[in-house]
């Protein structure tokens, strides 16, 4: 049981390297970045009575760096997967 899930950690984690290096990928990031930088930007020049609009800009940060964290975890989790498979044999 416990090889079956690591081979499926595996897969996933290969199928998200290959999802980052693809031009969607790629963009999706790119853009991900983009929105993050904007809201990063905009947070720094806005009035502090703006509660609204600074809670909609730092959803909008988790938002897109919640998106490339949990891409890089399940990369380094396919990665780890795949070191404790190869030390199994």
């Keep these: 049981m416990e090889n079956k899930l690591l081979k499926a950690r595996v897969e996933l984690g290969e ?7 693809s031009k969607l990928g790629e963009a999706v990031v790119a853009i991900a970045e983009g929105q993050a930088n904007a809201a990063y930007n905009e947070l720094a020049r806005i009035s502090p009575w703006r509660k609204r609009r600074i809670q ?3 959803t909008q940060i988790w938002r897109a760096e919640s998106f490339q964290q949990w891409i890089a ?3 380094t989790e396919g990665r780890n ?8 044999n």
């Design 73 to 75: 975890e399940i990369i």
């Design 56 to 58: 909609q800009l730092q």
């Design 81 to 88: 997967s795949l070191e404790l498979l190869e030390g199994e």
């Design 15 to 21: 199928d998200a390297e290959a999802f980052v290096r």
